[in-house]
């Protein structure tokens, strides 16, 4: 079964630390941008990060700039994004997306494969 899955997420204080992760399965990740994205309750899926194909290039939300870092290791076919200094306005569930040899700025709207989602709550 083709998917992306994703993990790492949690309960955490304000300040605080995460590492999610997104691994691809039943196929190979190295041709793929990937990207992150989040939802909050009552709030429209925003883009947090990407990663272009070759990993040369990322992007961030300004809301998360310096404090979110986006890599990659396709020797594990996985996409990591590691967040510190986590806000309360943080709180949201992560999703990843995968698109074939497309840009990073097209990958909210025309992904190949979407993860499940995983839950991060930061408390204040």
């Known amino acids: 079964q083709l998917q992306l899955v994703e993990s790492g997420g949690g309960l955490v204080q304000a300040g605080g630390s995460l590492r999610l992760s997104c691994a691809a399965s039943g196929f190979t990740l190295d041709y793929y941008a990937i990207g992150w994205f989040r939802q909050a309750p009552g709030k429209e899926r925003e883009g947090v990060s990407c990663?272009?194909?070759?990993?040369?290039?990322?992007d961030y939300a300004d809301s998360v700039k310096g404090r979110f870092t986006i890599s990659r290791d396709n020797a594990k076919n996985t996409v990591y994004l590691q967040m510190n200094s986590l806000k309360s306005d943080d709180t949201a569930v992560y999703y990843c997306?995968?698109?074939?040899?497309?840009?990073?700025?097209?990958?909210?709207?025309?992904?190949?494969?979407w993860g499940q989602g995983t839950q991060v709550t930061v408390s204040s």
């Open positions: 997306a995968a698109g074939f040899l497309k840009p990073c700025h097209t990958i909210q709207a025309d992904a190949d494969y």
């Open positions: 990663i272009s194909v070759s990993g040369g290039s990322t």
